[in-house]
């Protein structure tokens, strides 16, 4: 079978002008046919299918669709050409016709046999042995394309151009001056080879490749949903720029992305790099319902891998058996199975799970452990004998001194109530503390009207109300200045007011007695001089006119207002009980201690178990003021390791759960639809394996990437050389790099990118091999400026007669500036950045409300892609250079020319900063006029300048010098756009001026073309 | 390459061609992705039939405004009011914040009153709108399939949930193209004030796999109410104008060297740009307008408001531009839907009144479609003194553009629940909206991930006729 299909392949390639399937007839099938006849079963009409060649010929009793060979008993045929709308294929309402070229073309493909062949993509990768020995592979194919069609390439690009092109294919960046000089001045055989050689080996190269991948995974600094939240990811921006700079084989990066984290004795490296797994998009969403994002994530992940790796629309398998391609919808849930072994919640926040210290961070971690442990009381204690003697007779004294107080302050809770509802007006919150007081939090009004409910079984004379101190407060008994207020105090049973005799409490600071509580006025109410020094608990008792009883559920409403014209004197803690007690007590001591200490407390101490009398040693030693210096001493160094983790640079990971979520085929994607069965991790069923997964074990993310990059897998190497080629082309040879399936594009020179595949696996997934074999190649080293004839016959640049040409991608648009202005800040990775961004920009944002806050000094000056990248607002300048959004995979952005580019080039801070730095470069040129403004083109297309350019730019100068004098104020001002000192001169009319000329040749359309 | 491609090639009748030949989607791709289109995009179809509308206004009620209590008048719900929803309505239907609650009707908040000759029955809360009641047709038994803001947005401006994909006021863009020479095509607003507001992201107006080009622009009530659109510090008119010329003289002489129609794009965007530097700080600058319009929107120059952002779309529509997008946020009323709604309309009645009015002077409603409506609506069902997030059945009211004026379409159940009767899928308002734009939904699509995606997605949507004048 193999040798049959390989025999037809080099016949086909040998019969020029020939019909080939997967050229000319399966893009029309899978257009026009597919969708009612193809791989779906559930939408199939006529029980006929085209996708294969048994469905074609089959006999549908007594006629075939397709007879081979033989159109006139083709009903197929008949179908396509019949004048009877009834039976017209397709359907007229389908609005999809077949052209006269398509009927031709499928006429000479029944007539010739109607082969069928497997679709190029999924067709095992085969060497053609025979050219190997060529120089090289893409010459050869390119030529003879050219050949066939009678063409002639354009000439080989200049120098100049060859040296800019290099720089920003390789390294998005312009070329320095000197390096293209260099270059020109270069007459070895090798220089190109030579230059070709230290890009690929400059750290820029990584940044440059990374910015294409983060694209592919899409990358980027927010959650997406909703509120989109920041999420901690940058370090795996950080793994992908490294593995492009070291090279890591394309095989190995692939598996580390995927698992990583599933690799034994995983290194930081790949956990990091199993990131890849927490890049989706995901929600905070309230309300959002967890099982719905289980099955948006999921889909999420089946649809990005499947673009990355294999170029390969998987995701469209969601709801129903893939119409173009053999993906069914089994394919979908089942490679969606893979991921599901990955921790996270499906609503909520994205919390960081790994931490990268840097080594100074690491030392300085170690340090404070160690410090933690030695400062610790215990090792304190033991390491000072006078000290631990005087803690252990303290420990025994003051056990035997609180006995007395500790049993009336339990009583005291004891015949408190525990309240069962609070609230408080203006923003306070009550906290139950374990003795029942309410312990007031939040907002701190002027004003506060309290409400506590009390349930308690009995008859009672009165309420009692224990005001008290707290550590949290600043002093005595409110968090304001330690006073209060009671202006009412009231009590409620079923909505009606019980009327209160008397009150009496404990301490009434003058002219504010309790009395004042229970009067009509808010004039008066009760104070206790809180903000002395000497402030202490209080107590009051209000006795009520009559008893009051509460049956089994009847509440009481206890109303306490504040609202004293003395602002925040807000009771701060307080505790109510039902009492027949008719005079305040004196409030107990032995505060700050749980009920439960206080009970242990007044146990005899021979009584307490040995786990008992611990907890009292615990309390003792965490209170006594005997070890204050040293506790001190050590929740410092707890605090500065606490700061200094919390400050630490920190990563999303994938981590594996050891129960897997369960993964159900949801019919027609339906997440609420819990009927369908529940798969297993399997690969696609229709394509090639190396091997089963292993039948005693669940198949694990390891497995799916060991498939990805496994021999007969025949999508990833064809996926990532037809991306690759694109770079460097400027199209893919393939030009839907997205999709390699049906509804693709067939490769304009497919045995080219068969053997280009081939070899990057052969050599060993080398990445930049790969990239160097094509920039070798004569094909990449081509002019860009078109012929007429080439412009008039391959107006779509299909046989690579001539380099592409366009202009650079959003962030190199930045770096380039940056470059001219000398302002680019060269440091590689680390968190990402924040530029200028217009004031208001994130203002539709919420949940928190947020402002972006631009950096300072050198991080402004950072590359694009160090941008922080927010899926909801990406940066303007970025977006209107086509910087995509990064919500789903891009494969390929667009290359638009719109106004806002211009805008933003002219206008943005940034862009206006690095100009008039670029100014400063010009104007610091030795020379005349005319010599500053050639080198100011030089730096920025690094050719020689014309005379009608000089002279256009020179006219930019004296109109703007000429203006600038006449206003000084304005070329201050103009100067001083951006952060960047100006370079001091006196002559500010001139810099302006000059800086005018900068953002002049910065705007130009070649300052950013790559030819 | 493909940026050689000749502008000399009419382009529709290319892609007309293209469209239905071989390669169709590489040659759409490539042609939209790079260079060679013309200033002014023409659009990518002819009108496939006799358009009724030219543009359209879209008032998004974000964060989903109860229909029980603006537009959905439902007695039967205030008769059940504080007792058990009959458990027959909500099982297993998604439920947002409600999910595990008991749950218990809320009856009408707010008084129904009839209007008009035709006696639409519009809550109180919209003493303005109900004066378009013989203007508006109000259809009440919209559904959608997104359930919490962020994804019923993307659903209702995309078609689908999924991310990436372009928005209505984009697919209209790219079908019939702009008739503004310095502004663009698709110009969203959103107004300031109003309280609790959902976050709205950029999402909302991305052209998704269609060119840049279609991409809505925000508009901004302060600072540059375009970004970047204001000239740097120290730099006159003049002196930009100075720089602008000399970008455009290199570029000129570049070309003739190396003839690349990229660059003669170029040209024309940095003079179109230009032009917006003043035609943009004009348009919104309502301070020329007469006291008497002013008023009539409750419109105060610079605040921002809702009103003033209608009284700029009338401007935006004159200026020939083709979707505009106002969002005023405010609406999601899970606590406190009584006074919430009542704040609520009170900040957009009059000006939602105004513009149809003020549409309907100038002889312009007649080919504007004014939209007036949110992501979703919201539960019969109380969540404490509010209302939870509702798909299973809502309202909007559409104006102008061929819409029949005083028509009420379709019916929720009777406690507002599900729509029972002649149901309005997202999609089908998405095709009827194309239909009044003289686009047939079905032939509206573009090649994307092997697909031929269109705004109404693979499912089965039908155009309205009953909406249609």
Redesign the interface.
């Known amino acids: 079978m193999k040798s049959v299909f390989i025999t037809l392949l080099l016949l086909a390639s040998q019969t020029a002008g020939a019909v080939d399937f997967n050229r000319d007839i399966r893009p029309i099938l899978s257009n026009k046919c597919f969708a009612c006849h193809g791989f779906d079963e559930h939408e199939r009409k006529a029980d006929l299918r085209l996708d294969t060649r048994e469905g074609a010929f089959q006999d549908l009793g007594g006629y075939a669709a397709i007879v081979p060979g033989d159109l006139e008993n083709s009903e197929a045929w008949y179908r396509i050409v019949t004048d009877d709308e009834d039976d017209l294929m397709p359907p007229p309402k389908f609005h999809k016709p077949l052209t006269d070229g398509e009927k031709d073309l499928i006429r000479q493909w029944i007539e010739a046999g109607a082969e069928y062949r497997t679709h190029w993509s999924y067709a095992p990768l085969i060497r053609d042995e025979e050219i190997k020995a060529e120089s090289s592979l893409i010459d050869h194919f390119v030529r003879a394309g050219l050949e066939k069609a009678n063409l002639d390439p354009v000439g080989p690009a200049d120098r100049v151009t060859l040296a800019r092109r290099l720089y920003f294919d390789l390294l998005g960046l312009p070329a320095p001056v000197e390096s293209i000089e260099a270059f020109r001045a270069d007459e070895s055989p090798d220089a190109y080879e030579k230059l070709v050689d230290r890009l690929l080996a400059d750290k820029a190269f990584g940044e440059r490749l990374a910015v294409y991948w983060l694209d592919l995974v899409r990358y980027a600094d927010s959650i997406g949903y909703h509120s989109d939240n920041p999420m901690e990811v940058s370090a795996y921006r950080d793994y992908v720029i490294s593995a492009f700079n070291r090279n890591l084989p394309y095989d190995r990066f692939t598996i580390e992305q995927l698992a990583g984290d599933l690799l034994p004795d995983a290194t930081l490296e790949q956990k990091i790099a199993s990131g890849y797994n927490r890049l989706l998009q995901t929600t905070q969403e309230g309300g959002a319902q967890a099982n719905e994002y289980k099955a948006i994530y999921a889909a999420d992940r089946v649809r990005n891998a499947s673009t990355v790796w294999l170029g390969s629309t998987i995701g469209c398998a969601q709801c129903h058996d893939h119409k173009f391609d053999p993906f069914t919808a089994r394919d979908f849930y089942a490679f969606a199975a893979f991921f599901a072994d990955i921790t996270e919640k499906a609503v909520g926040k994205r919390v960081a799970n790994l931490k990268l210290p840097t080594e100074e961070e690491q030392a300085e971690i170690d340090r404070l452990k160690s410090e933690v442990k030695t400062t610790a009381i215990g090792q304190v204690l033991a390491r000072d004998a006078a000290l631990s003697q005087a803690v252990e007779e303290g420990a025994a004294q003051w056990g035997v001194a609180m006995r007395e107080q500790a049993k009336q302050a339990l009583l005291a809770i004891e015949r408190s109530a525990k309240p069962t509802a609070f609230t408080s007006t203006g923003g306070q919150k009550f906290k139950l503390l374990e003795d029942r007081s309410l312990l007031a939090e939040g907002g701190n009004p002027d004003q506060a009207d309290y409400r506590v409910t009390l349930k308690e079984e009995g008859t009672f004379k009165a309420v009692r109300l224990e005001v008290k101190m707290h550590e949290s407060f600043p002093k005595g008994l409110s968090r304001g200045n330690g006073n209060f207020v009671l202006t009412h105090f009231r009590v409620k049973k079923g909505g009606q007011i019980l009327p209160i005799e008397t009150a009496k409490a404990t301490f009434e600071q003058n002219g504010w007695p309790v009395a004042g509580a229970i009067d009509p006025s808010e004039e008066t109410g009760w104070a206790v001089s809180g903000q002395t020094e000497e402030a202490a608990n209080q107590e009051a008792i209000f006795v009520l006119r009559e008893p009051v009883t509460l049956a089994a559920g009847e509440e009481l409403t206890v109303e306490m207002q504040h609202r004293s014209k003395h602002g925040r004197h807000n009771i701060g803690r307080f505790r109510l009980g039902l009492t027949d007690d008719t005079a305040p007590n004196p409030p107990a001591g032995a505060e700050g201690l749980t009920p439960e200490l206080l009970s242990l407390l007044g146990k005899e101490p021979k009584e307490r178990t040995a786990e008992e009398s611990k907890k009292l040693r615990d309390h003792y030693l965490a209170t006594t003021p005997l070890l204050a210096p040293a506790r001190a001493a050590h929740e410092k160094v707890v605090a500065s390791l606490a700061k200094l983790e919390a400050g630490l640079r920190t990563m999303l990971i994938a981590e594996s759960m050891d129960e897997p979520r369960m993964t159900r085929l949801l019919h027609r994607g339906d997440w609420m639809d819990t009927t369908g069965e529940v798969v297993e991790p399997a690969l696609p069923a229709f394509l090639p394996k190396d091997s089963d997964l292993p039948a005693d074990r669940r198949g694990t993310r390891l497995d799916l990437a060991n498939w990805i990059v496994g021999d007969s897998n025949p999508l990833t190497a064809r996926a990532f050389v037809n991306r690759v080629w694109m770079l460097f082309f400027g199209e893919g040879i393939s030009r839907n790099v997205e999709d390699l399936g049906g509804q693709g594009e067939p490769p304009t020179h497919p045995e080219l990118l068969d053997q280009l595949a081939i070899q990057f696996r052969e050599d060993g997934w080398d990445v930049k091999r790969l990239i160097k074999g094509m920039l070798m190649s004569e094909t990449y080293r081509r002019s860009s400026v078109v012929s007429p004839e080439l412009l008039e016959k391959d107006p779509l640049n299909e046989l690579y007669g001539r380099q592409g040409r366009w202009r650079i991608s959003a962030e190199f648009v930045r770096d380039t500036a940056l470059t001219l202005g000398g302002l680019l800040e060269d440091e590689v990775g680390g968190v990402s950045v924040k530029p200028y961004q217009p004031a208001g920009y994130w203002q539709h944002l919420n949940f928190p409300k947020r402002e972006w806050k631009h950096d300072t000094g050198g991080k402004l000056y950072r590359r694009g892609l160090y941008t922080f990248w927010s899926r909801s607002f990406l940066h303007p300048a970025m977006m209107a250079f086509d910087a995509p959004s990064r919500e789903e995979c891009t494969s390929r952005r667009s290359r638009s020319n719109i106004p806002q580019q211009a805008l933003v080039m002219l206008n943005d801070p940034a862009f206006v900063e690095a100009a008039r730095k670029f100014g400063e470069r010009i104007a610091a040129v030795e020379g005349n006029e005319e010599e500053k403004i050639s080198m100011g083109m030089k730096l920025a297309t690094g050719r020689t300048a014309t005379a009608d350019e000089i002279g256009a730019l020179r006219s930019v100068y004296e109109w703007q010098r000429a203006e600038y004098t006449k206003n000084p104020g304005a070329a201050l001002e103009f100067l001083s756009v951006g952060e960047a000192p100006a370079a001091e001169t006196t002559e500010v009319a001139e810099a302006a001026a000059w800086a005018q000329v900068g953002r002049t040749i910065l705007n130009a359309y070649e300052t950013t073309a790559r030819n | ?6 502008t000399q090639v009419s382009r529709r009748a290319f892609l007309n061609n293209a469209t ?8 759409t ?2 042609l ?4 060679g ?1 013309e200033q002014r995009w023409a659009g990518a179809v002819q009108p496939h039939h006799v358009a009724r509308a030219k543009r359209v206004i879209f008032l998004c009620m974000a964060g989903g405004p109860s229909h029980l209590e603006t537009l959905d008048y439902k007695p039967e719900l205030a008769k059940m009011d504080g007792k058990p929803m009959p458990a027959s309505f909500t099982d ?1 239907q ?1 439920i ?2 409600l ?1 595990g609650k008991a749950l218990t009707c809320m009856g009408p908040q707010h008084g129904f009153s009839r209007h008009g000759e035709s006696g639409q029955m519009i809550s109180d809360v919209l003493p303005n709108i109900a004066k378009l009641a013989d203007d508006i047709a109000i259809v009440k038994s919209m559904s959608t399939m997104q ?5 019923a947005h993307t659903f209702m401006n995309t078609g689908t ?4 994909r372009p928005c209505m006021g984009s697919w209209i863009n790219y079908g019939l193209g702009s008739e503004s020479e310095d502004l663009p095509g698709f110009v969203v607003l ?1 107004s300031v004030g109003g309280g609790q ?7 909302q107006w ?1 052209s998704g796999f269609l ?3 279609f ?1 809505g ?1 925000q508009f ?1 009530s ?3 109410p ?11 008119r ?3 104008r ?6 455009n ?3 000129r ?2 070309n003739g060297s ?3 129609p ?2 003669e ?2 040209i024309a ?2 003079e ?3 032009k ?2 003043a035609s943009v700080p004009e348009l919104v600058d309502l301070s020329g307008e007469p006291k008497h319009v002013l008023d009539m929107y409750g419109a105060v120059p610079g605040d921002g408001s809702f009103a003033s952002n209608c009284l700029l779309a009338r401007r935006l529509a004159e200026r020939g531009v083709r979707f505009i997008h106002l969002y005023h ?1 405010g609406w999601d009323h899970h606590s406190a839907v009584k006074s919430g709604v009542e704040k609520t309309a009170a900040l957009v009645d009059r000006g939602s009144w105004a513009l149809v009015e003020d549409l309907k002077q100038r002889d312009m409603l007649k080919d504007t479609l004014v939209v007036w409506g949110g992501e979703f609506g919201r539960t019969p069902m109380a969540q404490g003194t509010g209302r ?2 509702h798909i299973k059945g809502f309202s909007i009211w559409m104006a102008g553009g061929g819409i029949k004026g005083g028509l009420s379409y379709g019916a929720t159940d009777e406690m507002g629940y599900n729509a029972v009767e002649n149901g309005v899928s997202v999609h089908d308002f998405h095709a009827t909206m194309l239909h009044l734009l003289g686009i047939d939904h ?2 509206f699509s573009y090649p994307f ?3 031929d995606v269109r705004l109404t997605g693979v499912e089965k949507s039908r155009v309205v006729k009953e909406l249609l004048a």
């Open positions: 390459m493909n940026s050689d491609f000749s239905v030949g071989l390669g169709a989607a590489a040659l791709h490539q939209f992705a790079e260079a289109l297993g998604p947002a914040q999910q359930i919490n803001h962020d994804p949930q999924i991310s990436g959103t507001s959902q976050p709205i992201a950029a999402r991305h060119p840049s080009r991409q622009v901004h302060k600072g540059d375009v970004l970047y659109v204001g000239n740097p510090g120290g730099v006159s003049d002196a930009q100075k720089v602008v010329d000399g970008v003289a290199l570029n002489f570049r190396v003839a690349n990229e660059i794009t170029k965007q940095y179109m740009a230009f917006m530097q946020r939870d997030h079905h032939r991930q092997g697909l």
